[in-house]
């Protein structure tokens, strides 16, 4: 029921389509519930009529059938048709919803669930949850007032017969019950196996460079066909609770007609019940099993749309672990002072950073070296609350991060990372992602700063170039110019480059290099960096290793101490050394 009241919340906006969608549903149920009694006043009073009273009699009924029946196909397109969208309306609010919630959950979400399964629960399940949200409601309502309207009209027909009916039909609902547990239990499976074929597909597809280069096609299609495999196996067992449900409501609906056959045939030789009655009735019980058979496949409609809106609701009942605080206040003015202090991290219960303390004065630059795992991207991820720290606190300008909105704060800071992430679209719309209303003489200053403004005029389509999907159509060293020119136009005070040159060739290194010269001026600057030629300039190196830092320093004040700073320099540049 939670669930439930959860889900009606969502018709509240389309309140006035809904009640006029139920009017026009109650409508054509009454009109559908008035045939059979009409037909019985004729037989009642034309029956004993002259031929001239019957000829004008039929001229009005025909007209007042007409004008019911225009109703009636009017009352019909507004359900079909407005009722619809009004489901697809639903369909658009909670995808709207989910991909906001998605946006706001923590990187810890991220890292515990598949994309795959995320875009499976923002498509497919709302499309069947749109389909509940028209059809239920509508179905319910028009099938109950039939079955109502119906027992009512066959209880005032014949009594007993009546009865006998009510004892099948609730042998029929008992069993409906049952089956409808389990039909529950086989259309969350689907779910997720389905969920589980989507993140194979994801999976495979967001890797396919990386497939062939292996010729590892054959693999993969292993892992898709094991997972369609149970995809398969899940439907089957669905389609057969199905089976077993439609199959045995079909029965039940048999015992029904075989109810009135019998029945009325024995309370006709009784003498309690007219041939003529037996007829009107039969035009009932029709109506009658009609919205029963609604009902049966209203159920399956249930289960689809009911499973999917639980997982719907599981995405957005889920704790966002960052958010801002209650008191929180945007971070203005930034100078770029950055203070660490006493901090400790870890991801469950693996221990990251233990009472670390670092200080950063407002322009300076620090370089974090060490071994991979160690926690060099950790510690940035911490001062962008990416993560929240677990003990300690990290403090820009004097004010403790978890005191200021996340989007002023991260709008302070800008990061060029290793593995760079373009956006389908073109080149122009890459770079001013770093401030979406930039101009184009602004974008163009950002590019030249970044040393890529001579390559994308050089390019047929020059900014309005297409990248591809991550920016496919352009070269590692390319696309970290863009990224760089992104930098550039957010304009950062801070700035964290996360081995940032690590995965390019020397001649791309040097080029990018300089742009990173140039846009670490006169900001506080972190470096991630495994190439230890990058950072001898820094301000200060510290060296992470397992158990926090292991030593700080110039380069040279490093490279004097002959330790472990010292050790891994020599590791470097010995041989180039002795090939020079």
């Known amino acids: 029921m939670k669930i439930m009241r959860k889900f009606i919340q969502y018709y509240k906006p389309y309140k006035t389509v809904f009640i006029f969608d139920m009017i026009c549903a109650m409508i054509i149920s009454l009109i559908d519930l008035a045939f059979p009694q009409i037909l019985n006043y004729l037989n009642d009073t034309l029956y004993i009529a002259d031929h001239q009273t019957i000829i004008q009699s039929l001229f009005w009924l025909a007209v007042f059938l007409l004008i019911m029946y225009a109703i009636r196909a009017l009352c019909k397109y507004y359900v079909s048709a407005q009722g619809h969208i009004m489901g697809a309306q639903m369909e658009r609010d909670m995808r709207k919803d989910l991909f906001d919630k998605f946006e706001q959950l923590s990187f810890s979400y991220y890292d515990r669930n598949n994309t795959g399964e995320m875009m499976s629960k923002l498509v497919s399940d709302l499309f069947d949850i749109c389909e509940f949200a028209h059809h239920g409601p509508e179905n319910v309502f028009i099938s109950l007032l039939k079955i109502i309207g119906s027992f009512v009209l066959l209880m005032y027909i014949h009594v007993p017969l009546t009865i006998l009916l009510i004892i099948v039909t609730l042998c029929m609902l008992l069993f409906s019950l049952k089956q409808n547990k389990a039909m529950q239990q086989t259309f969350m499976d689907n779910r997720r196996k389905i969920a589980g074929v989507n993140a194979s597909l994801q999976d495979t597809l967001a890797g396919i460079r990386v497939v062939k280069s292996f010729a590892n096609e054959d693999i993969e299609r292993h892992k898709f066909a094991r997972s369609n495999e149970r995809f398969l196996q899940s439907k089957k067992n669905n389609y057969h609770c199905m089976g077993r449900f439609q199959g045995g409501n079909n029965f039940f609906q048999g015992l029904l007609y075989v109810t009135i056959l019998v029945g009325g045939g024995f309370f006709i030789a009784q003498g309690s019940l007219e041939p003529i009655a037996l007829a009107t009735y039969a035009l009932y019980i029709n109506i009658f099993i009609t919205p029963i058979e609604v009902l049966v496949e209203f159920t399956e409609m249930l289960q ?241 290793g397992n158990n926090g830092i292991v030593e700080r320093g110039t380069h040279q004040f490093l490279l004097n101490k002959n330790n472990v700073y010292a050790k891994y320099y020599r590791l470097q540049f010995e041989g180039l050394e002795e090939n020079a």
Do not use: W
Not at 306 to 324: A, H, L
Not at 402 to 407: N, Y
Not at 499 to 511: F, G, K, Q, V, Y
């Open 304 to 544: 689809k749309g009911y499973s999917g809106f639980k997982r719907f609701n599981e995405v957005m009942e889920t704790q966002v672990e960052i958010e801002d605080a209650p008191d929180s206040h945007d971070l203005v003015n930034v100078k770029g002072v950055i203070d660490y202090k006493d901090v400790s991290f870890g991801y469950d219960d693996e221990k990251v950073l233990d009472h670390l303390n670092i200080h950063i004065d407002s322009g300076k630059s620090i370089a974090l070296v060490g071994p991979s795992g160690g926690g060099k991207t950790t510690i940035c991820s911490l001062l962008l609350r990416f993560y929240d720290v677990t003990g300690g606190s990290i403090e820009i300008d004097g004010q403790d991060i978890r005191k200021l909105t996340l989007k002023s704060l991260r709008q302070s800071i800008g990061i060029v990372q290793q593995d760079v992430y373009l956006f389908t679209g073109s080149i122009k719309e890459n770079i001013s992602y770093g401030k979406p209303d930039a101009s184009d003489e602004e974008i163009i200053e950002a590019a030249k700063k970044a040393n890529i403004h001579d390559f994308i005029m050089s390019l047929p389509d020059g900014y309005d170039t297409y990248v591809g999907e991550r920016g496919t159509r352009l070269s590692g060293g390319q696309k970290q110019r863009i990224s760089i020119a992104r930098i550039f136009l957010k304009d950062p005070k801070i700035l964290i480059l996360d081995e940032a040159t690590s995965a390019l060739d020397n001649e791309s290194e040097r080029h990018i290099q300089k742009s990173l010269e140039a846009l670490s001026k006169n900001r506080t600057c972190i470096t991630i960096a495994h190439r230890l030629s990058t950072i001898r300039n820094a301000d200060e190196i510290i060296v992470i």
